[in-house]
């Protein structure tokens, strides 16, 4: 069976207009513009107001990506929605996105894989256009962290922030994607954790009254380490894969959950700084979101342009891991 080349036909991303700042954080939790600054790279990040949730952030990146691509939303087959602050844990969020959408034509359904999400998202979504499946494969990262935060615990409120981007796939004359490369290791699980609600400790007035709903980082310090391991080497991974050596790539897009892990990633793979995308200083940790938002908007400010090579790094809670090497 032959298989179809696929590509990025549009890309659009959604944020919040409200801006928290580290100095507004000053005044809610212990702590400084200046630790977060440093620690982090973070100065601001997004947060969205009043009953806006996932799915409404979502059906926004996705509009703009279709309009981008140039197509309707009756050609849309499926939207996938990768998050891990759906809206409800029944239904998927993807199911509102459709329902917000209006995509009376297409499947849906949510994926989860922490931050690693939308690099996950690319390969299935990938793979339904590849086997001539489908044509038409919304892939989107969407997150609303801030709800599933606990504000009153400095080692994790400081992070995150809310949004959400989206890409159309869709059959190519040449071949866009080149190679992925995805892992999980599950006996990591407890580092990055909502321990309750779901079936392993349901809701309940214990549970809340404990915060156990709220996301729970175990050790900052080793998800640290372990990214910056783990980010480099599976770049290297999915560009043997595709045959290309890091010299041919025009930019990579890395998750963005700590300027210093970009860094040191950037550094154990001998990049200039020019050819990585990064904007975490604004946005904070958007999960799913950060990878596709940073594309979007390398490709508004004319930095990505058609052609280029680009590779999307994520890490996150799972543990997982993954890298995908594509050309624009
Ligand atoms: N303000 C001030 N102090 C703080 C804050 C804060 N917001 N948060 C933590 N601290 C304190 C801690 O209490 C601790 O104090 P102690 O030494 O007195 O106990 C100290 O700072 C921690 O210091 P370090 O461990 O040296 O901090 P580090 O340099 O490792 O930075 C950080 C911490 C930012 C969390 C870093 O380890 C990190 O970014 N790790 C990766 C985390 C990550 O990426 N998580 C998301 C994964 S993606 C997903 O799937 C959700």
Redesign the pocket.
């Known amino acids: 069976m032959k298989l179809q080349n696929v590509g990025i036909l549009g890309v659009g991303s959604a944020l919040p207009t409200k801006i928290v700042t580290n100095f507004d ?1 000053e005044k809610i ?4 513009d200046e ?2 600054r440093t ?2 790279g973070i100065s601001e990040r997004r947060i969205v107001a009043g009953s806006q949730t996932t799915s409404d952030l979502a059906a926004e990146a996705a509009r703009a990506a279709v309009e981008a691509a140039g197509c309707t939303i009756a050609e849309i087959d499926l939207i996938l929605v990768a998050t ?1 602050s759906p809206d409800t844990i029944m239904p998927s969020t993807a199911c509102f996105v459709q329902e917000k959408l209006g995509a009376k034509n297409a499947a849906a359904f949510d994926l989860s894989a ?3 999400g939308f690099v996950y998202g690319l390969a299935v979504g990938c793979s339904f256009v590849r086997s001539g499946m489908y044509k038409r494969v919304l892939v989107i990262g969407a997150e609303v ?1 801030s709800k599933f935060l606990d504000w009153t615990d ?2 994790t ?4 922030g809310d949004g959400a981007g989206a890409v159309l796939l869709g059959p190519a004359e040449e071949p866009g994607f080149l190679s992925f490369k995805l892992h999980a290791d599950g006996s990591m699980g407890d580092l ?1 954790i909502t321990p309750a609600g779901g079936a392993r400790l349901p809701a309940s007035k214990e549970t809340v009254a404990a915060r156990q709903h709220y ?1 729970k ?1 175990v ?3 080793e ?2 380490k372990f ?1 910056v391991r783990v980010m480099g080497e599976v770049v290297q991974q999915a560009l043997d894969e595709a045959g290309l050596v890091k010299e041919e790539l025009d930019f990579l897009i890395p ?1 963005q ?2 300027l ?2 970009i860094e040191a990633a950037r550094k154990r793979f001998n990049l200039p700084p020019d050819r990585v995308v990064v904007n975490i200083n604004r946005y904070g ?1 958007m ?1 799913a979101a950060s990878i596709p938002v940073a594309l979007d908007e390398a490709v508004k400010n004319g930095r990505i342009k058609r052609g280029h090579l680009l590779g999307f790094v994520g ?6 891991w993954g890298a995908v090497i594509m050309r624009y």
Do not use: D, P, Q, Y
């Open positions: 954080l939790v212990n702590t400084s630790w977060i620690r982090t891990i922490g931050c690693t962290m400095r080692n409120c400081v992070l995150f990055l996301i980082m050790s900052g310090n998800t640290f990214a998750h959950a700590n210093r892990i940790n999960s890490f996150g809670a799972g543990l997982t």
